[in-house]
């Protein structure tokens, strides 16, 4: 498009009288790409700029180069309406126009160099003035030209580093792949395999391409901090930029962006430092710092950085910003322990040096370690950030020495930085752009404070690249890439020889954890210990190995090899009273003498609030609450002693959490002592008298000796289905069909231990008796094909059992995902999957066959009670009562003469029960509901009308009483304790350590709660008629596709139009595990039509769940 054309085309638009401002914005946009070649021209941008979006954004290679605001044909551009828009963006934008169309006003750094007219208005018409063409796009072409640094948001500079970083990175990983395949001996597969065997050795090559793309990103990052020409900046030019107090970035990217880059990635090197021409980085992070009000602006940047480039590397490397607040709390505290427990009067600042022995070069094929020992003078107070990120710690405790001693001593600052400072300050890092940003940090930070070096050589910091969980390997010898095996080595020399005293920092959190390095997890196996010695008795104890538990033991490791020393973290607060983490706690209280902990809570998984209720915060922008541990060891405890321990709760909003953290010291703070107490040695205050009545009782899965969690297959979405029919048609066509067509039409994957072909052998066809109802979330039963070939873990030793004949079972755990109130417990007929009840601690919730089934060649058929006598046999002393396995229809009965006047029953004596005219005799058993054996006092719960029936229930004196009991009446008795209200808060501190307890059962009370806890099971089951007796209504027509599940005013939305009426609160808020049953079964069935049977079953769960809220405030009823 030409000048010309451009006008006639906005002449057609003008003439009709009906065009505005926008009808122009395409005319604009193709005259400039027609007259600039290498631009892209973006129309109505967004978030480009701080000071709001010009309607053009022109863009090169990526790169904002200017921008133009656009107003209507003939609108006067000087008008007072622009003036305050105007003003703003010629302040914030260094290449700006301002057009009515035909009229152009060019703007650098905001002033006005010249403007041009290339048409008029003339009688309704856009009448050209041609003479000005030339000129005028002369001007546009000079426009696009300019250099300048246009990028001024931090975001988008953050945005286009990871842009251009996640680009190197997949290149790269493409071209090592290749090269490996091809087995080419290229210079980045030799990069690689030096990579790997010197420094990080478990690296991969997606894991050597991200360190790529970070050192070139950050090392240019580096290098134009301290660029003090910003007209000019290419790749060459960073590499002799980046400080010298960094020499291993300095060199690592000079070898992989210099004379020697490979060429697949050079044209994307040289767009990179594009980016940074168009930045003044020392004016964008100040300006950053202000607006986020922070003395720390390049954390925030490094994680937009990251959050950009790659969030789930942010997630699985656990890197989240620490609030200055608490590593000032943390750097003052270790400062104050260092003065009053060590005697160390500069604390921090100490210059006190002391000897040790450490190998020198000469062999000496005596010495365990092969080399002569030697004498080295050494800095006493040696600390180490073994995962120091981007410097916080470190910087802050700088900064501290400096405003505590220095202020006044300037002259010195500078000699004791290089003698008694750079010296002392260690840190390790994994990731290539912490580590960058880390010494950049401490660069900029150190000139801030007026540090000068005392010579042109500046002493390097003491920040390495490396895993400071991999224990320090020999040296290695190696004369290839020398630089690269130097920062190895002084890393090395930290681990192996340096006598760290202090330990602090913010380690990573990953519950699953990458770091599986033998020298670790031989460390681990301290605190996979039963305090009372022998392996940690946990089913699934995987949260011990999260990376934060890791880094304790591995600062433990430190301070126990010096002899003393602190260990000063904030990390997640689990530790501190999770009984898998009895361990641990037991091994830190035998290594130190004194153990702080300031439990920060905060915990959104939990739903934690304050003990008053309102509102809780936490510290972090994370879920999982946190705590601030100072572990001392001074060395004056004895070997059998265990550390003291002092712990404080700190509960309420952020900013107060900091104010407090800001004011107060070790010192001052309200400490309350723990008490040891075996075996959880808990690091927070316990109510033990409680403990101790609740220990009394009997642990349910010691009662049912068979159980097992529910079944795995791995691969539900095709071995599990809402639909018998469409199960079977899958698996059918699994042995019809072949491989590729069934990984095409499935979600199949095939892994070492499942291959399809294999299975197909191994199974040989379809049967259709391994086809099964399985018990998949709470009111969802699905079907499952049970067979060992298509299940990953079928736990058939327990399963068998629900199998085999009639039987049902009870499904508990210990804990439940939130801070809601225990409700683990569930009942079922059939088998179980193993995320029945999403527990939190990962475990999956264990179900328990009330009887066990014979194998099927044994001669003996008969089932028998799941249950261990011993208990069963304290629990008929207890109650006075014999128990049968099973029971004839008949009841066998007894007179007792005395009665309860308190309970208004006779004691021990079976009630002749009449609700609402319905007699139910005490003699006989006629619940065939479940046919398990169910012989107590009622007679068919089909007698029942309604749930408000029970409340005219009245007992008789008739002089019946039960002699027995059987494992039907021992479930239901459980079953109703265990859904007390006042059980499951009097004792939910221990409910969260094991598998409940359950009181031995008394027989004024025990009957009472039988028949209530029959009651809940039947209903859970199902199969009482009262699930039928609906409370709801669905009472618009409409598609039935569930959308989004909400509730409001008593009514559960499916979709927009269409919802559940009547719905109680307590039902649609009601848990069972770590499950809301209400909410769970719609979400599960998110856009998918709910059919009729559909329709009615979602009424009885509302029913069954409103029924239990009733049941379970009658249960409290009964005084026990």
Not at 31 to 48: F, Q, R, Y
Not at 58 to 80: F, M
Not at 806 to 829: L, M, P
Not at 1051 to 1060: A, D, P
């Amino acid at each position: 498009m030409t000048t010309q054309q451009y006008l006639e085309q906005l002449n057609k638009r003008y003439k009709t009288g009906i065009s505005r401002e926008h009808t122009y914005r395409k005319d604009l946009e193709d005259l400039l790409i027609s007259l600039v070649k290498d631009i892209d021209v973006t129309n109505e941008p967004a978030n480009v700029t701080d000071c709001g979006n010009p309607d053009y954004v022109i863009t090169k290679k990526d790169i904002p180069i200017g921008y133009i605001e656009a107003k209507d044909i003939g609108k006067d551009l000087d008008s007072k309406n622009y003036k305050e828009q105007f003003s703003r963006y010629r302040k914030a934008l260094d290449n700006l126009i301002i057009t009515d169309y035909l009229r152009f006003q060019f703007f650098k750094e905001g002033e006005l160099v010249t403007q041009i007219e290339i048409a008029t208005i003339e009688n309704g018409e856009i009448k050209p003035i041609a003479k000005n063409f030339q000129q005028f796009e002369n001007l546009i072409k000079d426009f696009c030209t300019y250099i300048g640094q246009t990028i001024r948001s931090p975001k988008k500079l953050a945005e286009m580093m990871a842009g251009k970083a996640r680009l190197l990175q997949n290149t790269l990983e493409n071209a090592l792949n290749k090269d490996i395949e091809d087995e080419q001996n290229s210079g980045l597969r030799s990069q690689y395999e030096t990579f790997r065997n010197i420094l990080i050795h478990d690296l991969t090559p997606k894991g050597f391409a991200d360190i790529y793309a970070q050192t070139l990103a950050y090392g240019m990052f580096a290098a134009r901090y301290h660029d003090e020409i910003l007209d000019t900046f290419s790749r060459q030019e960073a590499a002799e930029k980046i400080p010298k107090t960094n020499p291993f970035l300095r060199m690592l990217f000079d070898y992989v962006a210099g004379t020697n880059i490979d060429d697949r990635i050079k044209h994307t090197v040289d767009n990179l430092a594009d980016v940074f021409r168009a930045v003044d980085l020392r004016k964008i992070l100040s300006k950053f710092g202000r607006s986020t009000k922070t003395q720390d602006p390049i954390v925030h940047f490094y994680e937009d950085f990251l959050s950009e480039y790659d969030s789930k590397l942010r997630k699985a490397k656990g890197v989240w910003y620490t609030p200055q607040p608490v590593v000032s709390f943390i750097v003052r505290a270790v400062d104050e322990v260092l003065k009053s427990e060590f005697g160390l009067s500069q604390g921090l600042a100490d210059t006190t040096k002391t000897k040790i022995q450490i190998d020198s070069q000469t062999t000496d094929k005596r010495a365990k370690s092969g080399y002569k020992q030697i004498e080295k003078e050494v800095h006493k107070v040696q600390v180490l950030d073994p995962a120091t990120g981007t410097g916080t710690f470190l910087a802050e405790a700088i900064k501290f020495i400096y405003n505590n001693n220095f202020k006044a001593m300037q002259g010195a600052w500078s000699g004791y930085v290089e003698e008694h400072l750079i010296p002392r300050l260690n840190g390790f890092e994994l990731l290539m752009a912490s580590y960058a940003m880390a010494h950049l940090k401490l660069d900029m930070l150190l000139t801030d404070t007026g540090y000068k070096p005392k010579s042109s050589q500046s002493q390097r910091f003491h920040i390495y690249l490396t895993n400071s969980l991999e224990e320090h390997h020999p040296d290695t010898g190696t004369l290839f890439a020398n630089w690269l095996s130097n920062e190895a080595n002084e890393a090395n020399q930290i681990k192996k020889d340096t006598p760290v005293m202090v330990v602090m920092g913010n380690p990573p959190y990953s519950g699953e954890s990458a770091n599986k390095g033998e020298w670790i997890m031989d460390l681990m196996e301290d605190y996979k210990k039963e305090p009372t010695g022998g392996k940690l008795k946990e089913r699934n104890p995987k949260w011990i190995n999260d990376d934060y538990v890791k880094f304790m033991r591995y600062g433990q490791y430190y301070i126990e090899k010096n002899g003393s020393g602190i260990l000063a973290f904030i990390n997640p607060h689990g530790f501190l009273n999770n009984p898998t983490f009895r361990g641990m706690r037991y091994s830190l209280l035998k290594t130190y003498d004194k153990i702080y902990t300031i439990d920060l809570h905060g915990n959104s998984k939990k739903k934690e609030t304050c003990p008053d209720g309102s509102k809780d915060e936490n510290v972090f922008d994370i879920m999982q609450g946190v705590s601030i541990n100072i572990l001392i060891k001074t060395g004056a405890k004895k070997n059998n002693e265990l550390a003291e321990v002092y712990h404080y709760d700190l509960y309420g909003k952020r900013n107060n959490k900091y104010k407090f953290l800001a004011q107060n010291s070790l010192k001052n703070i309200q400490w309350l002592k723990i008490e040891n107490i075996a075996p959880q040695y808990y690091f927070v205050q316990k109510d033990w008298e409680l403990k101790k009545q609740y220990d009394k009782g009997f642990n349910i899965q010691n009662l049912f000796p068979v159980n097992s969690v529910g079944i795995v297959t791995s691969r539900d979405k095709f071995v599990v289905d809402d639909s018998k029919q469409k199960l079977e048609d899958k698996i059918i066509d699994f042995f019809d069909s072949d491989k590729d067509s069934l990984l095409s039409k499935y979600p199949l994957k095939e892994n070492k231990s499942w291959k399809i072909d294999e299975v197909k052998l191994a199974a040989k066809e379809y049967n259709k008796n391994d086809v099964h109802q399985l018990s998949y979330r709470p009111f969802d039963s699905q079907y499952v094909y049970y067979n060992p070939h298509f299940i990953e873990r079928s736990r058939n030793e327990t399963m068998k059992h629900m199998l085999r004949g009639e039987n049902v079972g009870v499904i508990f755990s210990r804990t439940v995902t939130g801070a809601y109130d225990w409700s683990d417990i569930q009942v079922t007929k059939n088998i179980v999957e193993f995320g029945i009840m999403a527990t939190r601690v990962g475990n999956g919730a264990p179900i328990a066959p009330l009887y066990l089934y014979p194998d099927g060649n044994s001669l003996d058929s008969s089932r028998v009670p799941n249950l261990d006598m011993s208990i069963v046999k304290e629990i008929e002393k207890s109650l006075g009562l014999e128990f049968v396995a099973e029971k004839d229809h008949k009841i066998d009965v007894g007179v007792v003469p005395c009665a309860d006047p308190i309970r208004g029953q006779p004691q021990g004596i079976a009630p002749t029960i009449k609700p609402n005219g319905h007699t139910r005799e005490g003699g006989y058993l006629t619940d065939t509901s479940d046919n398990i054996g169910d012989s107590r006092l009622h007679g068919n719960d089909g007698d029942i009308n309604s749930p408000s029936d029970m409340k005219g229930w009245q007992s008789q004196t008739d002089g019946v009483v039960l002699k027995n009991f059987s494992p039907i009446d021992l479930l239901d008795y459980i079953y109703a304790v265990l859904h007390s209200p006042n059980y499951r808060e009097r004792y939910k501190e221990s409910l969260k350590i094991d598998f409940p307890r359950v009181p031995y059962p008394t027989i004024d009370t025990f009957w009472q709660l039988v028949e209530l806890g029959s009651q809940l099971r039947q209903i859970h089951l199902l199969e009482s008629q009262v699930v039928t007796n609906y409370i709801t209504s669905y009472p618009i027509d409409g598609d039935n596709i569930v959308d989004k599940p909400n509730y409001k005013d008593g009514k559960v939305y499916i979709n927009k139009g269409q919802y559940f009426d009547n719905v109680p609160e307590v039902a649609w808020n009601f848990y069972i595990g770590g499950y809301q049953p209400a909410q769970k079964w719609l979400k599960d069935r998110k856009g998918r039509e709910l059919g009729f049977e559909d329709i009615l079953h979602y009424q009885k769960i509302i029913v069954a769940l409103t029924e239990t809220d009733r049941l379970m405030r009658e249960i409290d009823k009964i005084k026990t």
